[in-house]
């Protein structure tokens, strides 16, 4: 998901009723090399190192500009997420305390039928691995808890890293979305990809989802 949802704006309301336990607080995850978790304030300083560098953050919207930006975001995170309509984890190695990254889901509709999903790692983490671990991981977050049956991501056709990581998880490639993402001035052409609910559920009864 390269066009990030959070933009920095004046506090919304967030929505009254909680009618599921990931509005109060999203569930820890653990892997084998890998937790994912709630975002956290104390994230803040590490994201800015992981997320800022000009390999990491080319491809997507332009992240927060300082610690302080990424604290706002972090903040706004938690409150859509209360409001039901966006989940944000956390990347942390095992080993280690603050978070190398993020995966998140924002509904497309009400009701999260249809989703749009997308992450973002430190480069010092890229073919470790995470993506495919943490990946899987929040699919069957999306399709087992908050019920996604259509669950999207784009790529930028230039990110061949991040159309590859798609493409191994699983995804399936529908087509090209022509000039749809505007980077630094310049439309870029997007991939867009997609995992059903049913696919992803039937290929889990077979094994590995990995190819």
């Known amino acids: 998901m390269e066009k990030m949802p959070y933009q920095p704006e004046p506090d919304r ?4 009723a909680v009618s599921s336990d990931w509005r109060m607080a999203l569930p820890v995850m653990a892997g084998s090399t890998i937790t994912l978790r709630e975002l956290e304030v104390t994230d ?3 994201l800015f190192a992981m997320l800022t560098p000009e390999e990491v953050s080319r491809f997507i919207s332009p992240p927060p500009t300082t610690v302080a930006g990424f604290e706002k ?4 995170a938690r409150a859509e997420r209360a409001a039901g309509r966006y989940v944000c984890f956390a990347v942390v190695p095992h080993g280690m305390q603050t978070a190398v990254g993020l995966f998140q889901v924002r509904q497309l509709e009400p009701g999260f039928a249809t989703a749009e999903w997308g992450f973002a790692l430190g480069s010092s983490f890229w073919g470790s691995g995470i993506f495919i671990e943490g990946g899987e991981m929040v699919v069957n977050f999306a399709i087992e808890t908050l019920g996604v049956s259509r669950l999207e ?3 930028a056709v230039a ?8 493409r191994k998880l699983g995804a399936v490639q529908e087509g090209v979305l ?4 505007l980077k630094d001035g310049q439309f870029l052409d997007q991939m867009l990809w ?9 290929k889990a009864v077979w094994g590995r ?3």
């Open 209 to 211: 989802r990995v190819h």
């Open 178 to 181: 022509r000039r749809s993402f």
């Open 73 to 76: 975001f972090i903040l706004w």
């Open 194 to 202: 997609s995992i059903l609910s049913e696919e992803w559920q039937g």
């Open 44 to 46: 803040a300083p590490a």
């Open 159 to 166: 990110n061949g890293r991040g159309n590859g990581a798609l």
């Open 13 to 16: 309301p967030v929505a009254g």
């Open 153 to 155: 991501a784009r790529a």
